[in-house]
Structure formats: structure tokens, C-alpha cells
């Protein structure tokens, strides 16, 4: 049944086939791989081996909703999060293509059904959730910037360095405040350029965001990488490091 109804709606999530059905996402997930195939060149390998690549779920991914799922296939036996602490407006399960959460939080609520991040407490208490995920900003926004980007005004920034740095440090250590011990958190991160009086320096977040982790000791337990498709792009006079194209989906457990 499952896999008729999939060769009929090819573009439906686990979860959208899930809730047409009437069955459980898990059951569905039994029959279904959300990881569309890698597309190679086979020519050198054994149908077998073939056959394989095409039924795992791979590190690398550059569709956002197939990398989520992945993550809750593997880690998350409820097949959704329980707390997403930057939800902003659910770009993560636009469309259903992923479960929405149990709690959604953010620091500056967008949705009617969202709860202040500020609040948490009042709602959630300590060692509370199964699993949690959250997306930060990556863009600083300083002063020696001439040029309002294009990426800033359209994703929120900080105003320092160290505000993202600090933010980022506060976030894990406020998601392991609320993870159950075996608990899964999940951070989106992405490296970045800060713009100073000496030109562009390299701020390595995913770096920071494992350090600190180990520092609270969290397993790191898988790495998922995000190509993009589309690049947005800068003027400048000289090119002098590699556009980042890419962002990471950390998976740790408490």
C-alpha cells in the first residue's frame, strides 16, 4: 500500500504519506528511504554496490527537508523534535515535508503558536525533552561594512563577533539544560566572514559550536552537510578566500 501510494505522489514527504494513509510515520519509513538517490557514475560498480549507495542515507544533501528527515530516522525515534528554539516562521517544515515539533520557541516569535524563548522555563522543564533543534544567525553586521549586504537584509545578524560566539555557546548549554541524558540536539550552523579594519576574518562557528559542545560533554555523533544550489553574490573588487556554499547540521547526544 505504501509503496503504491508513492509511485503515485513521488513529491510526498514520510510524513505528509503518513497522515494521508492514516498510518504511523514510522511504518511508513519502513518502506520508504528519504534520501533520494545519488546521482553517478555506476559504469564501475557491481549492481550491488550500486544498489547500496542508492539505499543509504548520505552525509551530503542539498535539499534541507531530506537531511531533517534523515536525522529523525536515524536519531530520533518519535520522528519529530520536541523543541525547536528558533522556529521564526517553520521555514524547517514548510509544507508539511517535516513533523513540526512539539514546543516552538523563538527569541522573537513570528507565529501565533510560538513561545517566547525567554519563557522556556515556564513551560518546559529541565531534562524534559527527547530531542531539540536549533538555527542561529551566521551573518555580523560591524561597522566597517560600506555596503549593506544582501544577505543581511534578508536573515537577521549580530552586531559583534562575540555576540554570535556567546549566543552560540548560550544556545547549547540552554538545549543541554533541557535534554533528557540520551537526548538528541541538533544545531544548523555555518562558518562565516567577519568584516574589521584589516579586511575579512574567518570565523570558524561549526568550530566553536564543536568545542563547546565537547566542553559540555556532548557526543558528537554525526556531521550532515547542505549544499546549496544558488549562490548569492557580492561585489568585490577581489576574490580572497572560497565563497562558502555549504552549511552543516550538527547531531550531538547528551
Given at each position: 500500500m505504501v509503496?503504491?501510494?508513492?509511485?503515485k505522489h513521488g513529491d510526498y514527504s514520510p510524513y505528509r504519506i503518513s497522515k494521508e494513509l492514516g498510518i504511523s510515520q514510522h511504518t511508513v519509513t519502513k518502506y520508504l528511504d528519504t534520501e533520494q538517490p545519488v546521482k553517478s557514475d555506476n559504469s564501475k560498480l557491481s549492481k550491488f554496490a550500486g544498489e547500496k549507495i542508492a539505499n543509504n542515507i548520505l552525509s551530503v544533501n542539498t535539499n534541507q527537508q531530506s537531511i531533517l528527515n534523515n536525522i529523525l530516522t536515524l536519531y530520533v525515534p518519535s520522528l519529530h523534535f520536541d523543541a525547536d528554539l528558533t522556529y521564526s516562521k517553520g521555514s524547517f517544515y514548510r509544507k508539511g515535508?517535516?513533523?513540526e515539533p512539539r514546543y516552538k520557541l523563538d527569541k522573537f516569535p513570528q507565529t501565533e503558536d510560538t513561545i517566547e524563548l525567554d519563557n522556556i522555563d515556564d513551560v518546559i522543564g529541565d531534562e524534559a525533552l527527547e530531542?531539540?533543534?536549533?538555527?542561529?544567525?551566521y551573518i555580523v553586521k560591524t561597522s566597517w561594512v560600506n555596503v549593506a549586504s544582501k544577505v543581511m537584509e534578508l536573515y537577521k545578524s549580530f552586531d559583534s563577533a562575540e555576540e554570535l560566539i556567546n549566543t552560540n555557546k548560550a544556545m547549547l548549554e540552554l538545549a543541554r539544560r533541557k535534554l533528557k541524558r540520551g537526548g538528541i540536539m541538533v544545531v544548523k550552523t555555518q562558518d562565516t566572514c567577519v568584516a574589521t579594519s584589516a579586511g575579512a576574518k574567518q570565523l570558524w562557528v561549526s568550530q566553536i559550536?564543536?568545542?563547546?559542545?565537547?566542553?559540555?560533554n556532548l557526543a558528537h555523533e554525526d556531521t550532515f552537510i547542505l549544499v546549496s544550489k544558488k549562490l548569492m553574490l557580492t561585489k568585490h573588487e577581489k576574490q580572497h578566500r572560497a565563497r562558502k556554499n555549504h552549511c552543516y547540521f550538527l547531531v550531538f547526544r547528551k
Amino acid at each position: 500500500m505504501v509503496n503504491e501510494f508513492h509511485q503515485k505522489h513521488g513529491d510526498y514527504s514520510p510524513y505528509r504519506i503518513s497522515k494521508e494513509l492514516g498510518i504511523s510515520q514510522h511504518t511508513v519509513t519502513k518502506y520508504l528511504d528519504t534520501e533520494q538517490p545519488v546521482k553517478s557514475d555506476n559504469s564501475k560498480l557491481s549492481k550491488f554496490a550500486g544498489e547500496k549507495i542508492a539505499n543509504n542515507i548520505l552525509s551530503v544533501n542539498t535539499n534541507q527537508q531530506s537531511i531533517l528527515n534523515n536525522i529523525l530516522t536515524l536519531y530520533v525515534p518519535s520522528l519529530h523534535f520536541d523543541a525547536d528554539l528558533t522556529y521564526s516562521k517553520g521555514s524547517f517544515y514548510r509544507k508539511g515535508n517535516v513533523a513540526e515539533p512539539r514546543y516552538k520557541l523563538d527569541k522573537f516569535p513570528q507565529t501565533e503558536d510560538t513561545i517566547e524563548l525567554d519563557n522556556i522555563d515556564d513551560v518546559i522543564g529541565d531534562e524534559a525533552l527527547e530531542s531539540v533543534v536549533f538555527d542561529l544567525p551566521y551573518i555580523v553586521k560591524t561597522s566597517w561594512v560600506n555596503v549593506a549586504s544582501k544577505v543581511m537584509e534578508l536573515y537577521k545578524s549580530f552586531d559583534s563577533a562575540e555576540e554570535l560566539i556567546n549566543t552560540n555557546k548560550a544556545m547549547l548549554e540552554l538545549a543541554r539544560r533541557k535534554l533528557k541524558r540520551g537526548g538528541i540536539m541538533v544545531v544548523k550552523t555555518q562558518d562565516t566572514c567577519v568584516a574589521t579594519s584589516a579586511g575579512a576574518k574567518q570565523l570558524w562557528v561549526s568550530q566553536i559550536v564543536l568545542n563547546h559542545a565537547e566542553c559540555l560533554n556532548l557526543a558528537h555523533e554525526d556531521t550532515f552537510i547542505l549544499v546549496s544550489k544558488k549562490l548569492m553574490l557580492t561585489k568585490h573588487e577581489k576574490q580572497h578566500r572560497a565563497r562558502k556554499n555549504h552549511c552543516y547540521f550538527l547531531v550531538f547526544r547528551k
